[in-house]
């Protein structure tokens, strides 16, 4: 008996099967345009050089709440059904009222057996009139999550795993700060694998800065690109045209915009150096994916508009995202089109997690690991619906609209009737509607091609995406 139990292979201890199994930390910060990592030294320094860098990567929505929504559960916004940012259509109201909470990335990773944290930001308006304050959604076994004066950074209330902490306005309470405390503790006691989501508010308005980085970057500015102060808007659609010139008092505000910002940047930086050095101090850096990216961009200027987002235009829709894990190439860049509903997929790839059949977006893993496929995306969706909360309708001038971003062209489809179209290969900073113009089958194709994402769901979004 024995010499048969001796010619049995040994059983895997359970640590074991663990070890193979990466660890993955998505960062998402809150309205950080693409173009701007490299004023920050951390995630230059550990993310960019150290990982791969995708030049062309989209939201579904360029608005905070249901682009986050496509992030947990990698659905175009007409899939999953939260359309803004507050009740009765949007915000975390919507999403608790149709369950989704039920199955998201954190419930996916969770039943594969990873320990999971979400730190910091969740959905706009949680938990709202939805649940009590001490309520924490299924699918995360460690949850920081701020339940009031979310933005401040100082002066909010925390639900840590269902208990409510007061934080005040001293240099330990800063937000990003006591994240980056909260995400070395889950990493330093996380012994099998973990999936860490951390989502912290800067550079969102009102980008209160930490105490150390209040007087950095005295003479930034924000870039003057050909789209700052658009000059022509004759052939753009109403909303645009009513849009006055910025004056000098107005573009003084944007740079000074434009510097909060990066200062309130500096303590989501000073984040990732703690999360780096926490992997590194714990021994699992080497294994461990680092994402980083945010849920929309923002204009500074650009277009005629002071602030905001919500617009299909490039400032709004297309965001940084950084790659940095086991077989992903040190200072890359990769060019295929990639999208918010991508970023689930993905994780769960690397997490051997069950993906459900709703999901839309396409894993990113071939192309991190230096994969060519054969097919790839050639078109997003885009898609915005103006709030019926009045407060919310006041923070943007644009009408609902569906757009499509392809390899060469934005084409948007406007409620009111009226269109854009831009050329990027020839117009870059978008500045030429050719909409009134251009080839009439050129456009009916373009059409097409919209309609057929529109009215896409789960595995067919993935055949829809590809249609030339």
């Not at 990335?105 to 649940?131: C, D, E, I, S, V």
């Not at 990066?262 to 461990?288: F, I, K, Q, S």
């Not at 409620?415 to 854009?420: F, I, K």
């Amino acid at each position: 008996m024995l010499s048969l139990l001796l010619l049995l292979p040994a059983a895997e201890p359970p640590a074991a099967a663990s070890v193979s199994r990466p660890n993955v930390v998505v960062i998402v910060v809150d309205d950080l345009e693409a173009g701007t990592l490299a004023y920050f030294p951390n995630i230059t320094q550990h993310l960019v050089r150290e990982g791969a860098s995708f030049d062309r990567f989209f939201v579904t929505n360029s608005w905070c709440c249901p682009s986050r929504v496509s992030i947990l559960r990698s659905q175009y916004v007409h899939s999953h059904g939260v359309l803004t940012n507050t009740a009765p259509e949007g915000g975390f109201d919507r999403f608790h009222a149709q369950g989704l909470e039920r199955s998201t990335l954190g419930t996916w990773m969770q039943g594969a057996g990873y320990r999971t944290a979400l730190m910091g930001k969740f959905l706009n308006h949680y938990p709202g009139h939805a649940a009590e304050e001490t309520y924490v959604p299924p699918g995360w076994d460690e949850w920081a999550v701020p339940v009031r004066n979310l933005y401040e950074e100082y002066g909010y209330r925390l639900n840590e795993n269902g208990a409510l902490a007061d934080y005040g306005w001293t240099e330990d309470d800063y937000l990003s700060s006591v994240l980056a405390r909260k995400s070395r503790d889950f990493i330093a006691g996380s012994e099998g694998p973990f999936f860490l989501y951390l989502a912290p508010v800067a550079p969102h308005h009102p980008a209160n800065p930490a105490w150390q980085h209040a007087g950095a970057f005295p003479l930034a500015m924000a870039p003057r690109t050909p789209s700052f102060n658009q000059q022509d808007v004759s052939a753009e659609p109403l909303w645009m045209q009513s849009l006055p010139l910025l004056d000098q008092s107005r573009i003084d505000a944007i740079d000074e915009r434009f510097r909060a910002r990066l200062r309130a940047m500096l303590g989501v930086d000073d984040l990732v150096g703690a999360v780096v050095e926490a992997l590194r101090e714990a021994g699992r850096l080497d294994n461990t994916y680092i994402i980083f990216t945010s849920d929309n961009g923002f204009h500074l200027g650009t277009h005629r508009l002071a602030q905001g987002k919500t617009t299909p235009f490039e400032e709004a829709i297309k965001i940084p995202f950084v790659v940095r894990g086991p077989g992903v190439a040190p200072g890359s860049t990769i060019s295929r089109m990639g999208a918010t509903v991508d970023l689930a997929p993905t994780v769960a790839e690397l997490g051997k997690a069950a993906v459900p059949a709703f999901a839309e977006g396409r894993s990113l893993v071939p192309l991190l690991q230096g994969r060519s496929p054969g097919e790839w995306r050639k078109n997003v969706l885009v898609e915005f619906t103006r709030p019926t909360n009045r407060a919310s309708a006041k923070q943007t001038p644009v009408p609902a609209y569906q757009a499509l971003r392809t390899d060469r062209y934005t084409y948007v489809r406007y409620d009111t009737g009226e269109r854009q179209l831009y050329d990027l290969q020839t117009d870059p900073y978008q500045l030429r509607n050719l909409a009134g113009s251009a080839d009439p089958a050129l456009l009916a194709g373009l059409d097409g091609r919209l309609a057929g994402m529109v009215a896409c769901s789960g595995a067919s979004c993935r055949n829809a995406d590809t249609r030339e």
